[in-house]
């Protein structure tokens, strides 16, 4: 994809949510989000290849025949199913009123035309018809049959992501409180975060990451802490 294309489907998604919600602050909500939400996918990619490979080492069993295909098929899985938890954070939080609406925009503004194909639909589906804890079941399944080396990551990845996502869209929207309630529920999963001298599990601006902790992902030395 192009920048200018990638330009383009910015500038039309703004537009978009401008319409709908009157702020005129469209293009910053959607700059924000799309930083926030590619740092989050990535560093789910890097914890569930680099990290578990550096920790566990490689499985010859678990290698992918294409690392470039396995790598494109976990983020677009990691992609739907963000889309999905996103849009249900942001109607619930009254940013967006209509839910159906901006999951669709969500979606073209992650995926573009693709998001409306068949297999990707009916992946929405599958997510959309459940609650927080299938969702995240479903998601943790579903990846790990695409990456099969997401199975050794620890569990409390996943039950720290929709939060990670929650915390993106609230500092996309400039819900500071919200993004700070969200930071909560996490470090009660995982009370260590909050002993980095660097972040301090503090909530980022979206895009931003702490080299020591890893925040808003964490890495292996802080997920594994406190086994």
Not at 21 to 44: A, P, Y
Not at 128 to 140: I, L, N, S, V
Request: with cysteine; charged share 20%; net charge negative.
């Amino acid at each position: 994809m192009t920048s200018t294309h990638h330009s383009s489907r910015h500038t039309q998604a703004a537009a978009s949510l401008d319409q709908v919600t009157g702020t005129g602050q469209g293009i910053g909500i959607v700059e924000s989000l799309s930083i926030g939400l590619n740092t989050v996918r990535d560093l789910v990619f890097h914890r569930i290849h680099l990290d578990v490979e550096r920790y566990f080492g490689m499985d010859s069993m678990s290698i992918p025949i294409s690392l470039d295909q396995s790598e494109y098929n976990a983020k677009a899985e990691i992609d739907i199913w963000q889309i999905i938890e996103a849009a249900d954070f942001a109607g619930n939080a009254g940013f967006v009123a209509d839910h159906n609406w901006v999951r669709g925009w969500l979606g073209e503004l992650r995926l573009g035309g693709s998001f409306g194909n068949g297999p990707i639909s009916q992946r929405v589906n599958e997510y959309a018809q459940q609650d927080e804890d299938g969702r995240r079941r479903h998601f943790a399944s579903c990846l790990e049959r695409v990456y099969p080396e997401a199975r050794k990551c620890p569990l409390v990845l996943y039950q720290l992501m929709p939060s990670a996502v929650r915390i993106v869209v609230a500092v996309a929207f400039g819900a500071t409180q919200l993004a700070a309630k969200e930071r909560d529920r996490q470090t009660f999963l995982l009370p260590g975060i909050s002993d980095c001298a660097s972040c301090k599990a503090g909530v980022l601006d979206n895009g931003e990451t702490c080299v020591d902790c890893g925040n808003p992902i964490w890495n292996y030395n802080w997920l594994l802490a406190d086994d």
